[in-house]
């Protein structure tokens, strides 16, 4: 699996497919997260906006490769292994986003709750934020994972099925995503920092499921 892992690495990196996903976090990231802003409050945002980001990396993973060059891949390590090898590419590399973006609101953020009262203690802050955005990240794998090949090979179904996935994941109150931001946005009314572990846990088992089943039908297509 680590030679899997380090092909998909060195196929994304040098197909610069990357670059579109990478280019719009930076965007929506200069656009939401201010300078000054409360810091919990960027947390949510920042971790908020990885998500599409997260499917968008896993689409540019399982289908970076040509057809004939998975077949070989699979037919030397078995499809699953190879599919999985991608997920893990696609997630690995919205984690780094996360690790990033995190450090950034942590840099520039003002360390208080958001009527400006109660200072926010850092390290507890970077912990919830990092947290929130990893829960995004996963939950973002997992849409790329059920929206995409094997399960929807045609760019005209995935795509649009990625969007809508997004939306559903992301704004509902029951979600892990809008809890994990919604958790942060709370906190920063109070000052008393929360880490959102449960939709971390939830995004988790959601991620696992939605890659099980994904490699799974990639050795019967």
Not at 83 to 96: I, P, Q, W
């Amino acid at each position: 699996m680590t030679a899997l892992l380090r092909y998909q690495a060195a196929l994304l990196l040098r197909s610069h497919r990357w670059l579109p996903p990478v280019l719009l976090y930076a965007a929506l990231f200069a656009i939401g997260v201010r300078p000054g802003e409360p810091v919990l409050d960027s947390f949510g945002l920042a971790a908020g906006l990885l998500l599409p980001v997260a499917a968008w990396l896993v689409r540019v993973c399982v289908t970076n490769e040509p057809d004939a060059a998975r077949d070989c891949a699979a037919a030397a390590a078995r499809p699953w292994r190879v599919h999985l090898a991608g997920l893990l590419t696609g997630l690995g590399a919205s984690l780094v986003l996360a690790a990033a973006g995190t450090a950034v609101v942590a840099l520039i953020s003002d360390p208080h709750s958001s009527r400006g009262r109660v200072a926010v203690p850092q390290a507890p802050a970077v912990g919830a934020g990092l947290t929130a955005a990893v829960s995004c990240a996963l939950l973002g794998t997992a849409v790329g994972a059920l929206c995409n090949r094997p399960l929807l090979r045609s760019a005209a179904r995935s795509v649009p099925a990625t969007v809508l996935a997004v939306f559903l994941v992301l704004l509902p109150g029951g979600s892990p995503a809008n809890a994990a931001v919604t958790e942060l946005v709370s906190a920063s009314r109070s000052g008393a920092v929360s880490w959102p572990l449960l939709p971390l846990a939830v995004a988790a088992v959601f991620a696992a499921g939605a890659a099980a089943v994904a490699c799974a039908l990639s050795s019967r297509r």
